[in-house]
Structure formats: structure tokens, C-alpha cells
């Protein structure tokens, strides 16, 4: 069946430096790609989607580009700030009923 | 900043006891989603509707668990008989499509003691 996988379950890092979080997918047909953030005791927010026609989304700094050939999603940012430590997940989506599929999640820590 | 409304946000019950969670979807969104976030982050999804049609469930979800969602009320999900392992944060989403980004409410957490 189809999945995600999230390599890194924590990422620390210090504040300024360029952020990359790993997701790749499995699936049969093509799946829509999305990128989700969880402050601690909040729900998910919707941080990227991938777009079908390959142009890359972008949102606060964040940015993912869909690689096909790789079946991958990675997540980057040029330069952390202290305000992006939470859990992020790396989540598809195909067939017609549209569950998500997550990943297990990275924990992002900014250090000053 | 997402829409959806969670009733009641934090909710304990004995094991055995009847557990009931609602679930208002974002104006326009026809389409909603119940996730299972356990204590270790992992999601799960449960089922998801359309309109007051169920879309797909998964096997548990047949058993204990019941969902519905009538038209003009809220939507709800209700576990029959509470078991410990059923302690986690159910998350409601809604979508304006079946196949479009999903938006999250702040979630239901149920502690089963």
C-alpha cells in the first residue's frame, strides 16, 4: 500500500542555518504531496502542497519540490528561525476518497 | 487559520463507558475526515464523508467505533465501549473537495483511564 517516510525523527539545528527535512513516498498511482505543521497542543496546519504541474510552493520561507523520479518532497528553508521548532509532517494523498497518508513526523529544534 | 470547530477539546472516560466527540467543518466544506493521533504522533484515519455519505472506513471503525454526519448538525464520531489503547487526540479535518488539502480542527483528546 502507499506510504511516506520521514528518515530524521529529530532535526536540531542553530538558528540561521538552512533547514532540509526528508520525505519520500510510496504509491501506486501519482499522489498529491502536502506538508503539515504542529505546534505542541495545536492542531496541523496545511505549510505546502505540491502542484501538478511541477511549479514549486512556497509558504513562510518554507519550500518543497516534488521530484517524480526520486518520489520525493523534501522540505527547506534557507534560514531557520527559533519560531519554526514543531513537528512537521510529511503527508500524500491519491484516490478518489482523499485520506492522507502521513509520515511518523520530525521534530524541528532551533537553537539560538 | 483553520475553521473547524472540536467539541469538547479534553474528555475522560472508564473503560467501557461510551465516548462521543463533534466535529463543525468549515463553511463550505462538504467533505470530512476523523484522524486518530496516538501518543506517539502516528495518525491513523478512521473515516471520512461526503456530505452525509461515508466515503471509506477502515475496519476498526466497524466494530466500536460509529460515526455520522447529518445534514444541518454536526458532525460526530462515538466510540461504544472505551478501551485504554482508544486514549489519543482525534482530529477532525474538512476539505472543499475529496482530493484537496484538508484542514484541521484543534482535535478531541480522549484519556481513557
Known amino acids: 500500500g502507499d506510504s511516506v517516510t520521514q528518515t530524521e525523527g529529530l532535526v536540531t539545528l542553530t538558528e540561521g542555518l538552512p533547514v532540509m527535512l526528508n520525505c519520500t513516498y510510496q504509491s501506486t498511482y501519482s499522489p498529491f504531496l502536502f506538508w503539515y505543521v504542529q505546534h505542541l497542543n495545536e492542531a496541523p496546519k496545511l505549510l505546502l502542497k505540491s502542484f501538478t504541474d511541477n511549479k514549486r510552493p512556497e509558504h513562510q520561507g518554507f519550500h518543497a519540490t516534488l521530484h517524480k523520479s526520486s518520489s520525493s518532497f523534501h522540505l527547506q528553508k534557507s534560514s531557520a528561525q527559533l519560531s519554526d521548532s514543531a513537528l512537521y509532517y510529511c503527508?500524500?494523498?491519491?484516490?478518489?476518497?482523499?485520506?492522507?497518508?502521513f509520515g511518523l513526523g520530525t521534530t524541528l529544534q532551533v537553537q539560538p | 487559520n483553520s475553521k473547524v470547530i472540536q467539541t469538547p477539546r479534553y474528555l475522560v472516560k472508564g473503560q467501557g463507558q461510551k465516548a462521543k466527540m463533534r466535529c463543525i467543518p468549515e463553511?463550505?466544506?462538504?467533505?470530512v475526515f476523523w484522524y486518530q493521533q496516538n501518543k506517539n504522533n502516528e495518525f491513523k484515519f478512521l473515516i471520512n464523508?461526503?456530505?452525509?455519505?461515508?466515503?471509506?472506513q477502515i475496519d476498526m471503525t466497524e466494530k466500536r467505533f460509529s460515526a455520522e454526519c447529518p445534514s444541518n448538525s454536526p458532525c460526530s464520531l462515538e466510540i461504544q465501549s472505551s478501551e485504554a489503547g482508544d486514549s489519543a487526540l482525534y482530529l477532525c479535518?474538512?476539505?472543499?473537495?475529496?482530493?484537496?488539502?484538508?484542514?484541521f480542527g484543534p482535535g478531541t483528546r480522549l484519556t481513557v483511564l
Open positions: 503527508a500524500s494523498q491519491t484516490g478518489n476518497t482523499g485520506k492522507l497518508i
Open positions: 463553511k463550505g466544506h462538504p467533505v
Open positions: 479535518a474538512s476539505s472543499p473537495l475529496g482530493y484537496a488539502e484538508q484542514f
Open positions: 464523508f461526503q456530505n452525509q455519505e461515508v466515503l471509506q
